[in-house]
């Protein structure tokens, strides 16, 4: 192949602002469709803003083509975030940029002082990343969830043992 015609990607992690509102929304109505709105996280996440300063951009030369966000939570008697949504547009998928984004947004949180990283997501995925199951059923959710998708990044002593009771947004 000539140089000319390798595929070429520019890949940059940036943190989110305002000025990526409108792409992400497109990014995530393209992955998750119309339904993602009802969903148990989605509730949480319309209770109060997501943590700007802990969720990210990935851009390809220029163009926003990922994001992952971070919200502010109680879980039970942890304070921690919740992870989510996570979407990578089709056209660049298998790349590696969705994992780089959750290990980019559980460091920030990390550093900020999170106490642990919460998702409802694929088992198979975020547990190679760090992610462990919550104990059946501890976390209640403002919506039904499958209790075996509930995932954590514990980052403090006894996390595990501190998400027992409600999830929901905190400041
Ligand atoms: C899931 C998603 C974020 C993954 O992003 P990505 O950048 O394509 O993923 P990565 O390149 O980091 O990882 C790719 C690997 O994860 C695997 N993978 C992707 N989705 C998976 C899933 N749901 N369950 C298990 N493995 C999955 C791929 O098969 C691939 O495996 P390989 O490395 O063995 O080939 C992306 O596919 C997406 O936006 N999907 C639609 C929205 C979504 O489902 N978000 C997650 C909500 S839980």
Redesign the pocket.
């Known amino acids: 192949m000539s140089p000319q015609l390798l595929p070429k990607h520019d890949l940059v992690y940036l943190t989110e602002d305002a000025s990526h509102d409108a792409v992400i929304e497109l990014i995530n109505a393209e992955?998750?469709g119309p339904g993602r709105h009802t969903r148990a996280a989605a509730r949480i996440r319309e209770q109060g803003p997501h943590d700007r300063s802990l969720s990210f951009v990935c851009t390809d030369d220029g163009e926003t083509i990922?994001s992952v966000r971070m919200t502010p939570v109680f879980a039970g008697a942890a304070k921690g975030h919740l992870l989510?949504?996570?979407?990578?547009r089709p056209s660049?998928?298998?790349?590696?940029?969705?994992?780089?984004l959750v290990r980019i947004a559980i460091e920030a949180a990390r550093r900020k002082g999170s106490q642990a990283v919460i998702?409802?997501?694929?088992p198979?995925?975020?547990m190679p990343l760090g992610f462990e199951k919550v104990a059946y059923n501890a976390l209640e959710f403002p919506g039904p969830v499958d209790p075996g998708r509930v995932l954590v990044v514990p980052m403090a002593p006894d996390v595990h043992a501190r998400l027992k009771g409600t999830i929901y947004w905190r400041k």
Not at 92 to 100: L, S
Not at 119 to 122: A, P, T
């Open positions: 992955a998750f990922a989510g949504p996570l979407a990578v660049h998928k298998n790349k590696g940029i969705g994992r780089e998702l409802v997501g694929d198979p995925y975020y």
